[in-house]
């Protein structure tokens, strides 16, 4: 069996910046068990696979350590693939997921790809809950958060971009909580928000560049302005960064909208023994 491989980087318009992701497309899918190999042999924070099903695609993504229910550099990556070296030539792309239905397009003008995903809204935790939580992640992160929200994600706010760029995580005691990881954020100096995300459950300690999250932190700033604003420049402070145009979107916010560029690195062939 032989399954052609592109590594791109996502969230990024050269290579070696950004979020890598591979992409793997297939006509029928193998066992979980291939694919989960396949995810760790490449050791990155994401593998995407697809495969055609009706008028899209069936898209999944794996980490190192298992199967996610919703990737948004992976998901740039794959579009990418699609449309820049598979001939892929309408305008929207559609791929039905864990997370339902996800549309990637691209813009009306300029390049870059666009996706939209649904919106995930942090519910504030307070009192006790929250002071012990505020008390962890000081500890845990290094520096003094301001306050705690949680969506599938715990969401540190922090002062300032000093304060994210500062953290310095201790990803033993981050692996004990409970759902998928943790992202810090706190208002940029040259942009809207920034933000770092620690995934050690995953294996992934940090993410460069995180879409998923950007469902999370969109409407947490959305809310944090009270809706005064529904479009955010955003970027994540990870060593190589990344830049994500975020906007809200849907009768009842209940959509973002994620613009992000691709970079190609590499194209390769997986040869597996039959």
Same mark, same amino acid.
């Not at 990737?71 to 740039?76: E, P, R, V």
């Not at 975020?246 to 597996?272: F, K, N, P, S, W």
């Given at each position: 069996?032989?399954?052609?491989?592109?590594?791109?980087?996502?969230?990024?318009?050269?290579?070696?910046?950004?979020?890598?992701?591979?992409?793997?497309?297939?006509?029928?899918?193998?066992?979980?068990?291939?694919?989960?190999?396949?995810?760790?042999?490449?050791?990155?924070?994401?593998?995407?696979?697809?495969?055609?099903?009706?008028?899209?695609?069936?898209?999944?993504?794996?980490?190192?350590?298992?199967?996610?229910?919703?990737?948004?550099?992976?998901?740039?990556?794959?579009?990418?693939?699609?449309?820049?070296?598979?001939?892929?030539?309408?305008?929207?792309?559609?791929?039905?997921?864990?997370?339902?239905?996800?549309?990637?397009?691209?813009?009306?003008?300029?390049?870059?790809?666009?996706?939209?995903?649904?919106?995930?809204?942090?519910?504030?935790?307070?009192?006790?809950?929250?002071?012990?939580?505020?008390?962890?992640?000081?500890?845990?992160?290094?520096?003094?958060?301001?306050?705690?929200?949680?969506?599938?994600?715990?969401?540190?706010?922090?002062?300032?971009?000093?304060?994210?760029?500062?953290?310095?995580?201790?990803? *033993? #005691?981050?692996?004990?909580?409970? &759902?998928?990881? +943790?992202?810090?954020?706190?208002? /940029? %100096?040259?942009?809207?928000? !920034?933000?770092?995300?620690?995934?050690?459950?995953?294996?992934?300690?940090?993410?460069?560049?995180?879409?998923?999250?950007?469902?999370?932190?969109?409407?947490?700033?959305?809310?944090?302005?009270?809706?005064?604003?529904?479009?955010?420049? *955003? #970027?994540?402070?990870?060593?190589? &960064?990344?830049? +994500?145009?975020?906007?809200?979107? /849907? %009768?009842?916010?209940?959509? !973002?909208?994620?613009?992000?560029?691709?970079?190609?690195?590499?194209?390769?062939?997986?040869?597996?023994?039959?």
């Amino acid at each position: 069996m032989q399954i052609k491989l592109y590594q791109v980087d996502s969230f990024s318009d050269r290579p070696f910046a950004g979020n890598p992701a591979a992409v793997c497309p297939l006509s029928s899918w193998p066992s979980d068990d291939v694919l989960q190999a396949i995810a760790e042999e490449n050791n990155l924070s994401e593998t995407a696979f697809f495969v055609p099903e009706g008028a899209g695609f069936r898209l999944r993504w794996f980490t190192p350590e298992t199967e996610v229910d919703l990737c948004g550099h992976a998901t740039l990556a794959a579009a990418h693939v699609l449309y820049r070296h598979l001939g892929y030539d309408q305008p929207s792309l559609h791929f039905f997921t864990r997370s339902g239905e996800l549309i990637v397009r691209k813009p009306d003008t300029g390049s870059g790809l666009i996706m939209d995903f649904p919106a995930s809204y942090p519910v504030a935790i307070d009192g006790e809950a929250g002071e012990s939580l505020l008390g962890f992640f000081a500890a845990a992160l290094g520096v003094s958060p301001v306050a705690v929200a949680s969506a599938y994600d715990y969401i540190v706010e922090l002062n300032d971009a000093a304060d994210v760029r500062a953290v310095t995580p201790d990803f *033993a #005691q981050l692996s004990l909580l409970d &759902g998928r990881g +943790v992202v810090v954020t706190a208002p /940029g %100096d040259d942009c809207d928000f !920034v933000s770092r995300c620690f995934f050690p459950k995953l294996r992934v300690n940090e993410d460069p560049v995180t879409g998923s999250a950007h469902c999370e932190l969109a409407p947490y700033w959305f809310e944090r302005g009270q809706g005064q604003r529904s479009e955010f420049d *955003a #970027q994540q402070l990870s060593r190589r &960064g990344g830049l +994500v145009r975020c906007r809200i979107t /849907g %009768d009842q916010h209940e959509r !973002v909208e994620l613009h992000g560029e691709v970079a190609d690195y590499m194209q390769g062939m997986i040869t597996l023994a039959d």
